[in-house]
């Protein structure tokens, strides 16, 4: 006698439709979940290290800043300062009382780190006096350093384009020269900071330059008004000056928000 075949009823066919159905529910969950850590993850690195590269480059250039020279505007969404390229001390200056002196400097001072159209700096204590349209107490090199007749072996003569009376002595006798000033601007259309570099002084203050290099220093900056990217701190009696750095990204399509702030302490030594 045959034994009968018996096959799956309805019930047991529509159960393991349900439980495959429920195991499969949970492994794309799992792995989508993963997916979407490791994507978050990404992203947020990407934006991390944009911001610490920028506030990185950033710090390194304010630190060497010529002194007082840092100004903010734009409500704060642009930071300005002149790169300093050289600096020393000298051994003689003229002032309105002594206007026959020459501009006398001591090593080291390489000749070599100077050239025509550079400016350099005595006493300097604001921005004004940085970037007035002609300042007392900034000259334009006319030609680098030179030995002259009658200096002592190892000095040098600087010679600058506009008369070298300068405005009063550095209480150090400190001279700084520099570059033309460098621009960081958050673009808030675009979200992206940007880097200005090479324009005139007298363009400085001004967002619409015509800088001859950009660079794109950083994407993805939100900060809205009321919440300004750069602010500086006057200095003290018992601190110098303080940069406040204060990026807030977001990451396109998802809205998240990142803060991240940062302080640089600026020597107080004109």
């Given amino acids: 006698m045959k034994a009968s075949q018996r096959g799956y009823t309805l019930v047991e066919l529509i159960t393991v439709i349900i439980l495959l159905g429920v195991i499969g529910t949970f492994t794309f969950n799992y792995i989508g979940f ?4 490791y994507s978050d993850t990404v992203g947020r690195e990407r934006i991390t290290g944009e911001g ?8 390194i250039e304010l630190k060497n800043a010529l002194p007082r020279s840092i ?3 734009d409500d704060g969404r642009c930071i300005e300062f002149l790169p300093v390229i050289a600096s020393g001390q000298y051994v003689d200056i003229a002032l309105p009382s002594q206007p026959t002196n020459q501009f006398i400097v001591v090593p080291p001072l390489s000749s070599t780190a100077l050239s025509p159209g550079q400016h350099l700096f005595v006493f300097a204590e604001n921005p004004a006096q940085v970037y007035a349209g002609t300042s007392p107490r900034r000259k334009t090199i006319g030609t680098p350093a030179t030995t002259s007749a009658g200096l002592p072996a190892g000095l040098f003569a600087i010679n600058f384009v506009e008369s070298e009376v300068f405005e009063t002595q550095s209480t150090g006798r400190r001279f700084y020269v520099t570059e033309n000033p460098v621009q960081w601007c958050f673009d808030a259309s675009t979200g992206e900071l940007v880097r200005r570099a090479g324009h005139a002084l007298t363009s400085a203050g001004s967002v619409a330059i015509a800088a001859p290099s950009q660079e794109r220093m950083a994407t993805g900056l939100a900060n809205e008004a009321g919440e300004p990217v750069f602010s500086v701190a006057a200095p003290t009696l018992n601190r110098n000056s303080l940069v406040i750095i204060d990026f807030r990204f977001t990451r396109p399509g998802t809205g998240e928000f990142m803060q991240l702030a940062h302080e640089v302490f600026l020597p107080n030594v004109p």
């Fill in 71 to 73: 100004q903010v505007f």
């Fill in 52 to 59: 610490r590269f920028a506030v990185n480059r950033l710090t």
């Fill in 34 to 37: 993963g997916t979407r850590i």
